[in-house]
């Protein structure tokens, strides 16, 4: 959002292709915005039912293969019905890469998730093989919370993390709280990571804190809260980030770079997905620390959560070098001397 309404304040004409859940918000805020293919909604991850990591990659991988049929096609009668002046793709709708690489027209891919880590020269070798096919990558992070090698790939921008939610107040249900919050947040998208959300609770109940659980995705059980803690299905992270000790995240690139974007420490706990990369990062950096899930149980999250609030300085280091990546402004300075120039 924010570097679509750079891109339409200098001038740009855009059209999005969005969730059908999300057309309506967007074309409240001036987009001509239309649905992507019911086919693609029809296809969720169900990474999380497997018992492995592999058989978790494994699940994704099958999904975002048999999603890429129906956002190839779609991309594919965009560019025949609009012909845009340059394409911009959601690095997981591989399907849709393939369109807007064969559309002939300008286009690129904007990467809210990690690149793969580098480990080895051969598998360096193969993956920059696969990112060089890509003619930009703009990536929503930056050093020191990614690395030097991501930094050299000539055909990656990092822009830091772009974050953007509905404009917001903090929640009526915390006005009157005094202590310093705890953000505790789960995927959007479903991965059967509500024990998060219950082992905090049960972890801070002591604490000097209040702690905030927003559980976007159904749970797979009812969350018992505390007398120093509230639960809620959807709140705006930024007021709630803005008086946090601490976050507590599932390691997704989005609520974790948004609280170190505003110097909150992150204790992160990977479920599945980019988030163990994402979590090593955390640590790596100083900006926090990291739970493996099996180990999840209230006394060593407690632990983790008290190791973490005192990486305030790191994460502060982090947030500042995203804000000086450039943000939206930065991106949009890349769509048009590499895309539209």
């Not at 292709?17 to 296809?43: H, K, N, Q, Y």
């Not at 286009?107 to 060089?132: D, K, Q, T």
């Not at 930065?330 to 048009?336: H, K, P, S």
Request: charged letters at 25%; proline letters at 9%.
């Amino acid at each position: 959002m924010p570097i679509l309404e750079e891109l339409r304040r200098r001038g740009h004409e855009i059209g999005l292709r969005t969730l059908a859940g999300e057309v309506e918000a967007m074309r409240s805020r001036g987009f001509d915005a239309a649905p992507i293919s019911r086919e693609v909604e029809a296809l969720p991850m169900e990474d999380w039912r497997a018992r492995t990591g592999g058989g978790k990659r494994l699940r994704a991988l099958r999904t975002i293969r048999a999603r890429a049929r129906h956002d190839s096609r779609d991309l594919l009668r965009v560019l025949e019905e609009e012909r845009p002046d340059a394409v911009l793709v959601d690095v997981l709708a591989s399907g849709a890469i393939d369109a807007a690489a064969h559309g002939g027209g300008p286009w690129a891919c904007y990467r809210p998730f990690p690149l793969p880590p580098f480990r080895g020269a051969l598998r360096f070798l193969g993956i920059a093989r696969a990112l060089s096919s890509v003619p930009l990558h703009i990536y929503m992070s930056a050093r020191p919370f990614a690395s030097k090698r991501e930094d050299r790939l000539p055909n990656v921008v990092m822009v830091g993390p772009c974050q953007w939610e509905p404009p917001g107040d903090l929640p009526a249900e915390l006005a009157d709280v005094e202590e310093p919050f705890v953000l505790v947040t789960t995927s959007t998208e479903f991965q059967d990571d509500g024990r998060l959300a219950e082992v905090a609770l049960a972890a801070l109940a002591e604490e000097p804190v209040h702690v905030v659980a927003t559980l976007p995705a159904p749970v797979s059980r009812d969350v018992q809260s505390p007398d120093n803690a509230t639960v809620l299905p959807f709140a705006p992270h930024t007021p709630i980030l803005r008086r946090s000790a601490c976050a507590i995240t599932h390691g997704g690139m989005g609520a974790t770079q948004k609280a170190l974007a505003m110097g909150v420490p992150v204790c992160a706990v990977p479920f599945g997905r980019d988030q163990f990369e994402v979590a090593r990062r955390v640590e790596a950096s100083g900006a926090g620390n990291r739970l493996p899930v099996w180990r999840l149980k209230p006394e060593r999250l407690r632990r983790k959560v008290r190791e973490a609030i005192a990486c305030r300085p790191g994460a502060e280091r982090i947030g500042r070098a995203f804000a000086a990546a450039g943000g939206a402004a930065a991106a949009a300075d890349a769509v048009e001397r590499r895309l539209l120039s």
